[in-house]
Nanobody, 119 residues
Framework: QVQLVESGGGSVQAGGSLRLSCAAS????????TGWFRQAPGKSREFVAS????????LYAESVKGRFTISRDNAKNPVYLEMNSLKPEDTGVYYC????????????WGQGTQVTVSS
């Protein structure tokens, strides 16, 4: 099992920045990639960004390209999401997720952290 804990959420004005962190514990050797998802009120959860643990390949949703950066340090843990030029539409609960290398599916989830961007 893998446990994920997010931190770093909060409230900012439009144009501001926040950095989220995702710390993994447990069987971290089974993780192939870590991702960030978000869910706005009344909407479905959507993919934001992901990074592979072996070579650090990054993937982003079109809506956040050029504004958000996902990264990890050399120890691969924690994984960060640097969010710049935030917009009110970025508001939501942000979830960290990890994929097992056997399935490459995001099967482990954190509890989420709230991000609120005011105009």
């Amino acid at each position: 099992q893998v446990q994920l804990v997010e931190s770093g959420g909060g409230s900012v004005q439009a144009g501001g920045s926040l950095r989220l962190s995702c710390a993994a514990s447990g069987r971290t050797s089974s993780i192939s990639r870590t991702g960030w998802f978000r869910q706005a009120p009344g909407k479905s959860r959507e993919f934001v960004a992901s990074i592979t643990w072996n070579v650090g390949n990054e993937l982003y949703a079109e809506s956040v390209k050029g504004r958000f950066t996902i990264s990890r340090d050399n120890a691969k843990n924690p994984v960060y999401l640097e969010m710049n030029s935030l917009k009110p539409e970025d508001t939501g609960v942000y979830y960290c997720a990890a994929a097992d290398y056997r399935t490459n599916a995001f099967g482990f989830w954190g509890q989420g952290t709230q991000v609120t961007v005011s105009s």
